[in-house]
């Protein structure tokens, strides 16, 4: 009988510190290198805690300030978001995760003058949107991972001669490709067609003037677009029809009514369950929380909370649902919170010090 209890109590204690360590993610943080950063940085997140370990340094590069890791978790791209790789354009680099680290593949001219987002399709391509160069880059991949080099370059320019164009976000998913471009006050949608992305039926999702679409979340089954604005500081809810196109049909402030300061959203996502939308306000200096009616999709204000930190940029919620991690550009910390799973509100636990953080991703 004790015999059976010590074999129970070795098991239990076994699958407890099996279950502790599956709380511990690696996070990979994209930066801008015009400080004290040199590149790419990998943390370890415990989410049992919410403790953030110190900084390594994982690849040296510059300016990579937006990074994206494959499905599959073997390989991670990085675009650098500046304008003299090979004298005019940005650059973007592949590279393979070998037990939780960065081994470099290889780095190719991006088509494009600062690139500041990336994202991959499930069907080995890849796409960077270029801010300045006012363009979208799709790349094919390699089977090893590495970036073949010529990619298709869709020029936002010449779209509107009243606008700047300044592509900011690309996704893809079943019905396509989807571009939010900040200075045409537009998401251009693209569907592909004999190995190339041409305009889909509904070419372009407009929004007012001045209203600068920088990122958007789709919920799970994509009936529901949320969109984030960063120069007029709203968040629209567009509902996709019978016919795939999506159509507006609620659009909220994400500041608070006496705010009077700079407007300049950044990053939208929804919770893993779908219930709660998060928006980080740059200049207030928050994250803006709504509830999400999941029958009709439109967003209830829940509340904000200040992000402890100055110029939030990019912001994740951890795999295991029960945190959010900031990125504070400009006060160079990454602040933690405790996410309340069935509220949706958030509480402030910790910072981590690190130079000019834009970019949160987990290898979870």
């Known amino acids: 009988m004790k015999f059976s209890y010590l074999i129970f109590s070795v098991l239990l204690i076994g699958c407890s510190e099996k279950k502790q360590m599956e709380k511990m993610y690696p996070l990979f943080v994209g930066t801008y290198t015009n400080g004290d950063s040199e590149g790419i940085y990998k943390l370890t997140f415990d989410a ?31 675009i650098q978001e500046t304008a003299d790789f090979n004298d005019v354009n940005g650059g973007i680099s592949s590279f393979e995760l070998i037990d939780g680290e960065l081994s470099h593949l290889n780095t190719v001219d991006v088509g494009g003058a600062h690139p500041c987002h ?28 590495s970036l073949k080099p010529n990619p298709q370059i869709i020029d936002h320019k010449v779209l509107d001669t009243a606008k700047v164009a300044h592509a900011h976000k690309a996704h893809f998913n079943k019905d396509g ?9 537009a998401i251009k ?35 529901f677009l949320y969109v984030i604005n960063e120069l007029n500081a709203t968040i629209t809810v567009l ?52 509830s999400v009616d999941q029958a009709t999709g439109k967003i209830s204000l829940t509340g904000r909370e200040s992000v402890h ?19 504070n550009q400009r006060s160079n910390n990454i602040t933690v919170f405790k996410r309340d799973v069935e509220n949706g509100t ?7 010090k690190l130079s000019s953080p834009v970019c949160l991703e987990f290898l979870n």
């Open 48 to 78: 049992n805690t919410g403790i953030l370990s110190e900084p390594k340094l994982s690849a040296v590069l510059p300016n990579p300030s937006f990074l994206e890791i494959s499905n599959d978790k073997k390989y991670l791209y990085s």
């Open 118 to 145: 990336v994202t991959l399709s499930d069907k080995r391509q890849l796409a960077a949107s270029n801010y300045t160069g006012g363009s979208v880059s799709i790349f094919d991949l390699n089977a090893d991972g």
């Open 177 to 185: 490709l989807f571009v939010s471009d900040l200075g045409l006050d």
């Open 189 to 223: 949608r693209y569907i592909q067609n004999e190995g190339s992305w041409i305009p889909a039926h509904q070419a372009s999702l407009d929004f007012p003037d001045g209203a600068g679409p920088r990122h958007f979340e789709f919920n799970a089954d994509g009936s």
């Open 239 to 290: 509902k996709r029809d019978d016919e795939g196109s999506y159509n507006p049909i609620q659009t909220e402030n994400t500041l608070a009514p006496d705010w009077e300061g700079v407007k300049s959203c950044a990053d939208i996502h929804l919770s893993p369950d779908g219930r709660f939308l998060y928006g980080s306000n740059r200049g207030e200096n928050t994250i803006v929380i709504f």
């Open 309 to 327: 930190g100055d110029w939030p940029r990019n912001f994740s919620i951890d795999p295991s649902g029960n945190f959010v991690l900031v990125a």
């Open 346 to 352: 958030m509480e402030f636990l910790s910072e981590t």
